[in-house]
């Protein structure tokens, strides 16, 4: 199953860079890398990078992923949780995310 990050340009080129990152400053302070699923990464766009330009969308598979934990957040939905740092090699891809119209228009999510 893939979940997703999206991260402003200069984090992705530092998890590129680096090939590990501890995630952008809300993971930091909170002691994880904060995903989300198919179903709530355009909510945590709307919500947490409302009007952001170059923006990345990184897909993450599951399987192996640890320490993993789906933890309830907004509204209590359970949204994907990494207890460490992301690695590059947890990343299956990587795509733009542009905004066009104030919206962030987000590629087929597979």
């Known amino acids: 199953m893939l979940i997703y990050k999206i991260f402003r340009a200069d984090e992705w080129a530092t998890l590129q860079a680096d090939g590990e990152t501890a995630g952008a400053p809300i993971d930091v302070a909170d002691g994880y890398v904060h995903l989300s699923s198919a179903e709530t990464v355009a909510e945590t766009a709307a919500k947490y990078f409302a009007g952001v330009e170059g923006l990345v969308l990184l897909a993450v598979e599951t399987d192996g992923l640890e320490p ?30 542009p905004l066009h119209n104030g919206m962030h228009q987000f590629p087929a999510l597979s």
């Open 68 to 97: 993993l934990k789906w933890e309830p957040a907004r509204k209590d939905v359970l949204f994907p949780h990494l207890y460490r740092k992301m690695r590059m090699d947890d990343v299956v891809w990587a795509k733009p995310l």
